[in-house]
């Protein structure tokens, strides 16, 4: 078209090259033009980049956009995007198999770090050395080895179910089992052993303690059982005292090894052929290596009615919340093995405990020997007593009262100590005989500061 004169709104130019650029001026101009002055026309650079077939009707045109794709280049993009697509989805797949390898792994390397725990020789020749003396050497023939015949021993197992979380926690245990089996009081059961059996529910083993065999089982059942007329027999104080005797004996041992008990119940204390007590359960007690204290950092169930008010109130346990316990310990020996604090809730505790409440005398106790259980709740762990003070308190006790014929103690051993053992296994110890269970364990310590 000419380039001036034009009439119509729009313009059809042919006749252009691809591959080159264009700069087309517009200026519009009628006969008032000349009236606005000096002005400029509206400039655009047009770029041909492609050569278009004209449609039927329009002729030629241009655009500005890019190349158009060939046949071939389609299909290489189809191509190049599955493939990439495909890498995506098999990386996807080979980082989702190798997270559960590694999952199955650490799993197996769990198990296998429990299964390989080490059983410390110490064991082994200390259980041979006791089973030496009662072994037969038999031999069949010139210069063959001698045969070993081992021999079968009654002994008692409990499940240790608390305190052990983690796998150090059970290393820990163990290599404090390791000091435990050297305890030599009379007063202190003997720990045999430690056996490892693979529970259903946790990757760690639970461990079993082996102890000796008591056959007249702990001391509260028997307490219970001669308080109900199941044992035809009446405990004299005297026997009572030297109950109280013999725990503070195998307490004091334990204190002076750095041990803290940490559950000193009646329960707790196993009963003898010859009315000796013996301090047993240690499935809470902890070796306290470096300080006198031990903070619990983990909530367990803890006997809460025999535990001090900082156990309560802070986890922390020394040698002087051990004299706590036994002082209700001492209580449950008088009152025949009844609950303490009875009507009293768990979560009531610690406030009645701080607004100075304590137990009061059971029936028929001597008010020296209250005197002595009372000293041991000072809310003032530094006030109460140790183990050898307490030791040394009812030895005294025991030498005012008149002394016990050998004959009448035989006679509460071979009658009383049979009829409890048959009667003992018909008794619910959990429960208070007022119609009232009683919860003696609680999750975790009232009060407790979980972050600390």
């Given at each position: 078209?000419?380039s ?78 599955a ?11 080979i980082?989702?198999a190798?997270c559960?390898m590694y ?14 725990l ?9 259980q041979?050395?006791?089973?030496g003396p009662?072994q ?26 608390v ?5 150090e926690d059970?290393q ?16 202190v059961i ?7 059996q ?31 007329g ?8 005297q026997?009572?005292l ?27 204390c ?7 007590v ?5 499935g809470l ?21 025999w535990?001090a ?13 051990d ?22 809730h768990?979560?009531e505790l ?15 106790c ?35 009262l ?51």
């Amino acid at each position: 078209p000419h380039s001036d004169d034009l009439a119509n709104t729009s313009v059809i130019i042919v006749g252009l090259n691809p591959w080159r650029d264009y700069r087309l001026s517009v200026e519009a101009w009628n006969d008032i033009s000349t009236l606005q002055g000096v002005h400029h026309p509206a400039s655009a650079t047009v770029g041909i980049h492609r050569r278009k077939t004209p449609l039927p009707a329009a002729g030629p045109t241009f655009t500005t956009s890019g190349p158009t794709e060939s046949p071939h280049t389609s299909h290489l993009s189809l191509w190049i995007t599955a493939v990439v697509l495909g890498t995506l989805l098999l990386m996807v797949v080979i980082l989702t198999a190798g997270c559960v390898m590694y999952n199955n792994r650490s799993k197996l390397r769990s198990y296998q770090e429990v299964e390989l725990l080490p059983v410390t020789l110490s064991y082994r020749g200390h259980q041979a050395a006791e089973a030496g003396p009662q072994q037969d050497d038999r031999s069949s023939g010139p210069g063959s080895d001698p045969e070993e015949e081992g021999v079968h021993v009654m002994v008692a197992v409990k499940t240790m179910k608390v305190g052990i979380h983690t796998l150090e926690d059970l290393q820990e245990f163990l290599k404090e089992a390791e000091i435990m089996k050297n305890f030599d009081h009379k007063n202190v059961i003997k720990l045999q052993g430690i056996s490892l059996q693979r529970g259903q529910e946790s990757p760690l083993p639970v461990p079993l303690v082996i102890l000796p065999y008591l056959k007249h089982g702990d001391l509260r059942r028997f307490l219970i059982a001669t308080r109900y007329g199941d044992i035809p027999m009446c405990v004299p104080h005297q026997t009572l005292l030297r109950f109280m005797i013999d725990i503070a004996a195998g307490m004091d041992y334990l204190s002076s090894q750095g041990f803290l008990h940490r559950d000193l119940a009646a329960r707790n204390c196993m009963l003898g052929d010859d009315l000796k007590v013996c301090v047993a359960d240690f499935g809470l007690s902890k070796k306290i290596f470096s300080s006198n204290y031990y903070r619990q950092q983990v909530a367990i169930r803890m006997p809460i009615k025999w535990m001090a008010m900082e156990s309560l109130s802070e986890s922390i346990y020394t040698a002087k919340s051990d004299v706590w316990s036994f002082g209700v310990t001492m209580w449950e020996i008088v009152s025949g093995g009844r609950n303490p604090y009875p009507g009293v809730h768990n979560h009531e505790l610690l406030d009645l405990l701080s607004s100075g409440l304590r137990l009061k005398p059971p029936e028929d106790c001597d008010q020296k020997l209250y005197e002595v259980m009372y000293s041991c709740w000072s809310s003032d762990p530094n006030l109460r007593p140790n183990f050898r003070d307490l030791l040394g308190t009812l030895e005294h006790l025991l030498s005012e009262l008149p002394v016990l014929e050998a004959c009448q103690e035989a006679l509460y051993i071979n009658q009383g100590l049979e009829a409890a053992d048959a009667a003992g296994a018909s008794l619910d110890l959990g429960m208070d005989f007022g119609g009232r269970l009683e919860n003696i364990y609680l999750p975790s310590p009232v009060g407790a500061d979980r972050n600390q």
